[in-house]
């Protein structure tokens, strides 16, 4: 079963920027567009970003999906030490007929 | 509130059988889909099938279908992921899920953790 691809790690430092990105193809990410998920360590994953790129109540504000093309991206701004997480990336495929979830980025804020 | 609730943590052996439940509460259980998702130990997330509870429908993974069985029992909200014949590889924390009309993830169980060994 095809997944996404999310680069396996990024660093930033406290109160930067931090870009994540999730590449699929024209039958999930390109078409569907995909939501993001954060993974605390120990915890169920968390929706952060809906496929729309809207926010759940109770997100903040820091957290900015978006989309180009088969690429959909996650920035996180001001980075806070409780941002440290796993974040996944998940998409329906309408080829497959299967959601496909991203491989996973664990951020660390240095 | 919206809230998922798995039942609790499990050892089996290998070839035994097992039934893991996920109680949907805080909102209509019948409109909105249930998947449940695989994450092994120290590994990404995996999605198994989801079911729709308003008839059962139930689509898989080509991974997970003749491996393991989703249902639903509409008439207390409860949505089931079984084995009838579990093996080591098994060993993983299953998260049920609710799934939008617009194919995202929006509330999640706590997990279930699953543990094989002989």
């Known amino acids: 079963q095809a997944g996404l691809t999310q680069p396996p790690s990024v660093s930033k430092g406290l109160r930067q920027t931090a870009t994540l990105t999730c590449t699929g193809n024209?039958?999930?990410?390109?078409?569907?567009?995909a939501g993001w998920l954060q993974q605390h360590q120990g915890h169920p994953p968390k929706l952060l970003s809906y496929?729309?790129?809207d926010r759940p109540s109770g997100i903040s504000e820091r957290f900015s999906a978006s989309r180009s093309g088969n690429t959909a991206s996650l920035t996180i701004t001001g980075l806070q030490p409780e941002d440290e997480a796993d974040y996944y990336c998940?998409?329906?495929?309408?080829?497959?007929?299967?959601?496909?979830f991203g491989t996973g980025t664990k951020v660390t804020v240095l | 509130e919206v809230q998922l609730v798995q039942s609790g943590a499990e050892v089996k052996k290998p070839g035994e059988s097992l039934r893991i439940s996920c109680k949907a509460s805080?909102?209509?259980?019948?409109?909105?889909?249930i998947s449940w998702v695989r994450q092994m130990p120290g590994k990404g997330l995996e999605w198994m099938g989801r079911?729709?509870?308003?008839?059962?429908?139930?689509i898989y993974s080509p991974s997970f279908e003749g491996h393991v069985t989703i249902s639903a029992d509409k008439s207390i909200s409860t949505a089931y992921l079984q084995w009838s014949s579990l093996g080591a590889s098994d060993t993983a924390m299953y998260y049920c899920?609710?799934?939008?009309?617009?194919?995202?993830?929006?509330?999640w169980g706590q997990g279930t953790l699953v543990t094989v060994s002989s």
């Open positions: 998940s998409a329906w495929d309408s080829s497959l007929s299967a959601y496909v």
């Open positions: 805080g909102y209509s259980f019948t409109s909105y889909w």
């Open positions: 024209s039958n999930n990410v390109g078409k569907q567009g």
């Open positions: 496929r729309n790129n």
């Open positions: 899920a609710r799934i939008t009309g617009y194919h995202d993830f929006d509330y």
């Open positions: 079911i729709d509870p308003t008839d059962s429908y139930t």
